[in-house]
Nanobody, 126 residues
Framework: EVELVASVRGLLPAGLSLRLPCATA????????IAWFRQAPGNEFDVLSC????????YYSNSVKGRFTISSDNAKKTVYLEMNNLKPGDTAVYYC???????????????????WGQGTQVTVSS
C-alpha cells in the first residue's frame, strides 16, 4: 500500500518551500526504485526525480534540479519530496511511485512503475 499523506489546501505563494511525504506499507526500499511524478491539467506525467534501490543513485529533471530533493526514511517507510522556491509552473498533482527492481538505476517513465500514491494537488500562486 502506498499513501501520499500530504494534503495541501489552498494556494501556496511562490517562493515557499514544501515537503511532500509519501507513507508506504509493506515495501522494503532496498529492493524498490522510488520516483516522484507530477501531472498538470491536460499534460502527461512528468518525472521529477527518482531514486534507485538502496538510494545509491538519484535523478532529477532539469525543471526541478537544484530546487527539489528526493529522500527516504527506511525506519518510517516514508518517501519525501522536498520542494524549495516553488513557482507557479510547479502547479500540478504530485504522485509518488515505487517499483521492485534489480537494476542499479531507477526507471524514469511512469509506465515502469506499478505502485502509486493517490496524488495530491499543489497549487502555487504568483
Amino acid at each position: 500500500e502506498v499513501e501520499l499523506v500530504a494534503s495541501v489546501r489552498g494556494l501556496l505563494p511562490a517562493g515557499l518551500s514544501l515537503r511532500l511525504p509519501c507513507a508506504t506499507a509493506g515495501f522494503v526500499f532496498d529492493v524498490y526504485a522510488i520516483a516522484w511524478f507530477r501531472q498538470a491539467p491536460g499534460n502527461e506525467f512528468d518525472v521529477l526525480s527518482c531514486m534507485s534501490r538502496g538510494a545509491h543513485n538519484t535523478y532529477y529533471s532539469n525543471s526541478v534540479k537544484g530546487r527539489f530533493t528526493i529522500s527516504s526514511d527506511n525506519a518510517k517507510k516514508t518517501v519525501y519530496l522536498e520542494m524549495n522556491n516553488l513557482k507557479p509552473g510547479d502547479t500540478a498533482v504530485y504522485y509518488c511511485a515505487l517499483e521492485p527492481t534489480l537494476t542499479p538505476t531507477a526507471p524514469q517513465e511512469d509506465y515502469d512503475y506499478t505502485y502509486w500514491g493517490q496524488g495530491t494537488q499543489v497549487t502555487v500562486s504568483s
